[in-house]
């Protein structure tokens, strides 16, 4: 008796080996799960809820997990992107071709509709004119964005130049720049027209927009460099294939974006004047 039950003992050590060898064959047979950067121009919060849907289809289309992932500033964002730690990225125009020329990573499309630029005010300020800038501050959350690169030109244009004629405030977040304006610590805010919408409402309700001053291109979708090309092809057709699903209209619903189609070589060079600008503002420290 006692040798059939040492046989049965060994039977099921061998038979618990066997599964858990089959466990662990199973799991390194997974994939690792895709990382989805996504550029901080938006707290986390609100870019983890805008991209879910996003997350869910791709998860679906590729069939494996996705993670959607960011980081605490733009610049923080960027060297990530340059390191190669993202395998598809979404960034601001002026970072995504610096991205393919410097880091050779391979952008194939872009947001829509460009993204308007503009500058917020307290309503109860009654503000109305940028020139009541003139000796105050500006606040802007990421002064790296193309938004900003093309507003301190515009500022400029109007005879306002920052270091000389007015100073900056940077601010956390889409919420800290209403709240700068709110206790009035500057009287004016830059941001893009989608950070405006991201501010809360009950912060936001106390602001108007006092100017839309221009509309860059937007963000740019790439692939890094280090990944396959048969997955890169997959992600690329999966993301330009996004809004035929119900995950992108929900996706574009919650975002405010209207499309993603793909870029052309001829519509991304129209960036290399800005980016001695962009190297040089990604320099600083």
């Known amino acids: 008796m006692r040798q059939v039950f040492d046989w049965i003992g060994r ?7 066997a599964i858990a060898v089959a466990q662990l064959a199973e799991a390194r047979a997974q994939p690792a799960p895709l990382q989805f950067g996504v550029l901080p121009n938006l707290s986390a919060r609100v870019i983890v809820e805008s991209y879910q ?39 601001a125009a002026n970072l995504g071709r610096l991205a393919e020329i410097d880091a050779g990573h391979h952008v194939f499309a872009i947001y829509e509709p460009p993204i308007p630029g503009i500058v917020a005010v307290l309503r109860a300020k009654q503000i109305k004119s ?19 690169m093309k507003g301190m030109e515009w500022f400029a244009a109007q005879g306002l130049h920052a270091g000389t004629d007015f100073t900056t405030l940077h601010a956390r977040n889409d919420d800290s720049l209403a709240q700068v304006l709110g206790s009035g610590e500057a009287p004016m805010a830059m941001m893009s027209l ?16 006092l100017v839309e001053f221009v509309r860059v291109p937007g ?8 990944i396959e090309k048969s997955l890169a092809a997959s992600i690329r ?3 330009i294939e996004l809004a035929r699903h119900p995950e992108g209209e929900e996706f574009f619903r919650r975002s405010g974006f209207k499309a993603i189609r793909a870029v052309e070589q001829t519509e991304l ?14 320099s600083q420290p």
Do not use: C, W
């Open 219 to 226: 963000f740019l979708a790439l692939t890094g460099n280090h």
């Open 237 to 239: 057709d999966a993301v």
């Open 194 to 209: 989608g950070e405006f919408r991201a501010i809360r409402e009950e912060l936001r309700k106390d602001l108007e927009i």
């Open 130 to 148: 940028p020139a009541e800038l003139r000796g105050k501050v500006l606040a802007l959350a990421n002064p790296q964005s193309l938004v900003a």
């Open 269 to 282: 060079a129209t960036l290399d004047s800005v980016l001695a600008e962009t190297r040089r503002l990604m």
């Open 53 to 91: 849907p996003f997350r869910t289809y791709l998860e679906r289309r590729l069939g494996r997990a996705v993670e959607i992932v960011t980081a605490p500033s733009f610049k923080a964002y960027h060297a990530n992107l340059m390191a190669g730690k993202y395998d598809l990225a979404v960034t």
């Open 11 to 17: 039977v099921l050590i061998v038979s618990g080996i």
